[in-house]
């Protein structure tokens, strides 16, 4: 089982709909969790950062985490084409004393006009 | 507030070579992780830096190599070249521990060898 989860898609959606990703991960002890937008050829960008079970909202952004399930997702409200990107989840692990990140492989989101 | 710089943005290197690349952290961070992205993959945690001191190590052989300075500054060495050594080389800083530790990456160094 890999570490990190997530669909590789492509997921599209029309301009002006709801986005859902999601994210599966291994580690019951993981306490943080992280959204990074990776546009093509570009790094990853943090957008969302979630530490508590429930909901998280940043403008457009929502970031859901249950960690019973161990699951956590990120909608966009009102999709536009340029979220067009590859969302990646990355999930923190500690050990001696560092907090590395494990990432999924991202999910490619598409916005069509 | 500068964010995290990289350098070169581009290299392209032979089987064989040795590549140093060089990170900045964003102003007020201490800590520097490297990662290493293939095509279509997430980015993999190659080793940290903290104290100028290497914390911990990924899965990934004693080819690869860093250093932080006193400015925490930080620098990537790969020796001895592979074909499969080609990918995109990510810095990423974090603040002193206590605060939030979310992970803020830099541009990147596309590494391609031949």
Redo the contacts between chains.
Sequence with gaps: QKE?EQNSGPLSVPEGAIASLNCTYSDRGSQ?F?W?RQYSG?????IM?IYSNGDKEDGRFTAQLNKASQYVSLLIRDSQPSDSATY?C?V?TQ????????????TRLQVFP | DAGVTQSPTHLIKTRGQQVTLRCSPKSGHDTV?W?QQAL??????IF?Y?EEEE??R?NFPDRFSGHQFPNYSSELNVNALLLGDSA?Y?C?S?PPSGT?????????TRLTVT
């Design positions: 990190v943080s992280f990074y570009k790094s990853p960008e943090l950062s990646l990355a923190e050990s001696y004393n560092t907090d590395k990140l494990i990432f999924g492989t991202g | 992780s990662y279509g993959q997430g980015p993999q945690f940290q903290y914390r911990q990924g995109l990510l990423a974090s939030p530790d979310e992970q803020y990456f830099g541009p990147g």
